[in-house]
C-alpha cells in the first residue's frame, strides 16, 4: 500500500508538472492580450505648434472625438510658445520616452523636428505629420494631414484682387515666422497668385510679424509708417498677425479703406468681417484636421492601409457667403 500510494502521488506531480509547463492555446478567433483587439485604449499623443490659438483649441476637439470613438487616450501637449522650437522637441521626446503608442506632430520648424521623427521611427512609434509640413523622408513618418496652404494662398490673391476691383492697388504680404511650412506654403501661394493681375504691386513680402499678435501689430505700425498711404491691401498668413494687423489698422482709421484677407477666423475676425473691415478669410477646418490625424495614425498602429497624404480642404469666407452652412460652421469652430 505504502508503494501503491508513493507511486501515485509521483505520477500525479510529474502530469501537474506537465500540464504546467505547457499553457493552453488560445481558441480560435480570440485576440492576443495587448492588442488594440482586446479593448485597452490606446495613448496617443497630440503636439500642436502651440495651444493659445482657437485654431489648436479646435484642432483638439477633433483629436478628442476621434480618440473617443477608435479607443484611444489622447494627450494634447504644445510648446507654450509657437517659437520655441526646443520646447517642442522636448514634448516630442518625452512622450517618446513614455512609450506612447502614437503621435500626431504640427512641427513649427520645417527642419527643427526632422531629427525627433526619425528616431521615433527608430523606436517603432508611428507618426502622423499635420497642420504644417516637415522636411524628413516621407518614409519616416505615416502620413501627412493638412490644408492644401498653397492653394489657400492662390485663393487669397483671388479674394484680394476681387476686393480690390479693376483698379487694383498696392498690396502687403505679411509673413509670419520663419521655419513655419504650413504659413510659408500660404505666403508663397499669395504671390504667385497675386502675380496674375497686372493693376496689382507687392510692395512687400519679406516681413515677419512674429507668432503674437503683439508683434504683428508693431510690425503692421512699422509698415504703415513706411509706406503711409501707399498700402492698399494686406494678406496675413494666420490668425496672430491678421489680429494684429486689424488692430493696426483700426487705430489708424483704415478699417474697411485697406482690404485685409486673412487666414483663420477668430471671433473679432468674423465680427470684422461682418462690418466690412476683413474683406475675405481663407478657411481650413481645423476639427477635420485634428479628427484625421488621430484615425490615421491609429489606423497605422493597426496594420490598416492610410493614405499618404490627407487633405482636409479649403474655403473662402466673405460677407456675402458667410451664412452659407459650411461657411458659417467653420468661421465659428467648436473648442476645447
Not at 208 to 217: I, R
Not at 308 to 319: E, L, P, Q, S
Request: some cysteine.
Amino acid at each position: 500500500m505504502r508503494v501503491s500510494s508513493l507511486v501515485t502521488v509521483t505520477l500525479g506531480f510529474v502530469l501537474c508538472c506537465v500540464v504546467g509547463c505547457h499553457p493552453p492555446k488560445e481558441e480560435s478567433g480570440q485576440p492576443k492580450a495587448g492588442t488594440p483587439a482586446t479593448g485597452d485604449l490606446l495613448h496617443i499623443a497630440v503636439i500642436p505648434k502651440g495651444e493659445n490659438h482657437i485654431f489648436w483649441q479646435s484642432v483638439r476637439v477633433g483629436a478628442e472625438q476621434a480618440g473617443k470613438e477608435v479607443g484611444a487616450r489622447i494627450t494634447f501637449k504644445g510648446p507654450t510658445k509657437e517659437s520655441d522650437r526646443s520646447e517642442q522637441i522636448d514634448v516630442f521626446q518625452g512622450f517618446l520616452n513614455a512609450q506612447v503608442d502614437g503621435i500626431c506632430l504640427s512641427p513649427l520648424d520645417a527642419d527643427a523636428l526632422v531629427r525627433p521623427v526619425e528616431e521615433a521611427k527608430r523606436a517603432g512609434v508611428p507618426v502622423v505629420i499635420f497642420d504644417s509640413g516637415l522636411n524628413a523622408d516621407p518614409e519616416d513618418y505615416v502620413a501627412f494631414v493638412a490644408t492644401d496652404n498653397f492653394r489657400g494662398g492662390q485663393l487669397a490673391a483671388d479674394a484680394m484682387a476681387q476686393s480690390l476691383g479693376d483698379e487694383g492697388g498696392n498690396v502687403i504680404c505679411l509673413r509670419y515666422h520663419q521655419g513655419s511650412d504650413s504659413t510659408h506654403r500660404r505666403e508663397e501661394g499669395f504671390l504667385d497668385g497675386i502675380a496674375k493681375y497686372p493693376n496689382i504691386e507687392v510692395i512687400s513680402s519679406d516681413q515677419y510679424s512674429g507668432t503674437t499678435t503683439e508683434s504683428a501689430v508693431n510690425k503692421a505700425q512699422a509698415l504703415f509708417n513706411r509706406f503711409g498711404d501707399d498700402v492698399d491691401g494686406v494678406f496675413t498668413a494666420c490668425e496672430p498677425n491678421a489680429e494684429g494687423v486689424l488692430r493696426a489698422i483700426r487705430d489708424r482709421g483704415l478699417a474697411g479703406k485697406v482690404k485685409l484677407v486673412a487666414f483663420d477666423s477668430s471671433d473679432s475676425l468674423r465680427e470684422a468681417m461682418s462690418t466690412g473691415h476683413v474683406a475675405a478669410i481663407i478657411l481650413q477646418d481645423p476639427v477635420r484636421i485634428g479628427y484625421l490625424a488621430v484615425k490615421t495614425v491609429v489606423s497605422a498602429i493597426r496594420g490598416e492601409p492610410v493614405e499618404k497624404m490627407v487633405d482636409t480642404g479649403i474655403f473662402v469666407a466673405t460677407r456675402e457667403n458667410q451664412e452659407d452652412e459650411t461657411i458659417a460652421r467653420l468661421l465659428n469652430p467648436p473648442q476645447s
